[in-house]
């Protein structure tokens, strides 16, 4: 079944540590998304990519880092200088393409600080 | 500002007991109102797509509408299954999500 595969589902991080979270979809979908959630609040938009090699910053992308070297695959790695880190992360995908399109998503990673 | 305002931010109902979740939204040029459910611990999921107003969408027990400034999406004879948060989403030159209303349904 195509999908999208957040991995791991958990994750702590130490002091000064970077972090990379793992995004793999087998949709052929052109786009690709993070979101981080916090409870009470709606998905804010970290970074996305349109195309491969091509990513841009969303509302909150301080200390976060993205690459898109495979149309497949979009890792987030969470820099030492992002502060406030706890929170669940999402990856979405959609097809490119006129009109308005729905985003389909992973099921998460939940990173914590030790 | 643009903003997506869901409510109410809890729901608790019977089993049975139909209601309705609100989204109201100040975009202009909106391209799209997208509706998710969303489990505890796991990805949002998809269910209907809203483009003008007057439209409607149906799967099993939920029924989405869009006007001009806002969606509801209608729970008839909700079932325990129902349970889970519903995200609302819109598009006009990138996505804004709601809060989303929690729901609980109760035997």
């Known amino acids: 079944d195509g999908g999208i595969t957040q991995s791991p589902k958990y994750l702590f991080r130490k002091e000064g540590q970077n972090v990379t979270l793992s995004c793999e979809q087998n949709?052929?979908?052109?786009?690709m998304y993070w979101y981080r959630q916090d409870p009470g609040q709606g998905l804010r938009l970290i970074y996305y990519s349109q195309i491969v090699n091509d990513f841009q910053k969303g509302d909150i992308a301080e200390g976060y880092s993205v690459s898109r070297e495979k149309k497949e695959s979009f890792p987030l790695t969470v820099t030492s200088a992002q502060k406030n880190p706890t929170a669940f992360y999402l990856c979405a995908s959609s097809p490119s393409g006129p009109g308005s399109k729905p985003q389909h998503f992973g099921d998460g990673t939940r990173l914590s600080i030790l | 500002e643009d903003q997506v305002t869901q409510s109410p931010e809890a729901l608790r109902l019977q089993e049975g007991e139909s209601s309705s979740l609100n989204c109201s939204y100040t975009v202009s040029g909106l391209r799209g109102l997208f509706w998710y459910r969303q489990d505890p611990g796991k990805g949002p999921e998809f269910l209907f797509t809203?483009?003008?107003a007057g439209e409607e969408k149906e799967k099993e027990r939920l029924k989405a509408t869009l006007t001009k400034k806002e969606s509801f999406l209608h729970i008839t004879a909700p079932k325990p299954e129902d349970s889970a948060t519903y995200l609302c989403?819109?598009?006009?030159?990138?996505?804004?999500f709601g809060a989303g209303t929690r729901l609980t349904v109760k035997p």
């Open positions: 989403a819109v598009q006009y030159n990138d996505m804004r």
């Open positions: 949709l052929n979908h052109d786009a």
């Open positions: 809203l483009y003008s």
